[in-house]
């Protein structure tokens, strides 16, 4: 198992922004894939974003053209720049290592209409 700790959350109102922050070390970004995800209160947790060899990303419909993926090799750091949020962005997001499945504890982004 990976150690992947989440930060950035919080409280926003419709239509701000965020920056989530997944502090992955160890983990060589231009060599693996790694995700966020989020899981909505009563729901599955689903994908949001994807990054392979620290350039090729994938986004999930509902957050294409709002949110952006991209890590920091030097840093150990994958971050999702969510912008345009609405209220049904409001879940707890995790980060995931693809190769490893680790997990990182998540973090709250509550979203206000």
């Known amino acids: 198992q990976r150690r992947l700790v989440e930060s950035g959350g919080g409280l926003v109102q419709a239509g701000g922004s965020l920056r989530l922050s997944c502090y992955a070390p160890?983990?060589?970004?231009?060599?693996?894939?790694m995700g966020w995800y989020r899981q909505a209160p009563g729901k599955q947790r689903e994908f949001v974003a994807s990054?392979?060899?620290?350039?090729?990303?994938d986004y999930a419909d509902a957050v294409k053209g709002r949110f952006t993926i991209s890590s920091e090799n030097d840093k150990y750091t994958m971050y999702l720049q969510m912008n345009t949020l609405k209220p049904e962005d409001t879940a707890v997001y995790y980060c995931?290592?693809?190769?490893?499945?680790?997990w990182g504890q998540g973090t709250q982004v509550t979203v206000a209409s």
């Open positions: 995931n290592d693809w190769a490893s499945n680790s």
């Open positions: 160890g983990i060589v970004f231009r060599l693996n894939t």
């Open positions: 990054i392979t060899g620290g350039d090729r990303t």
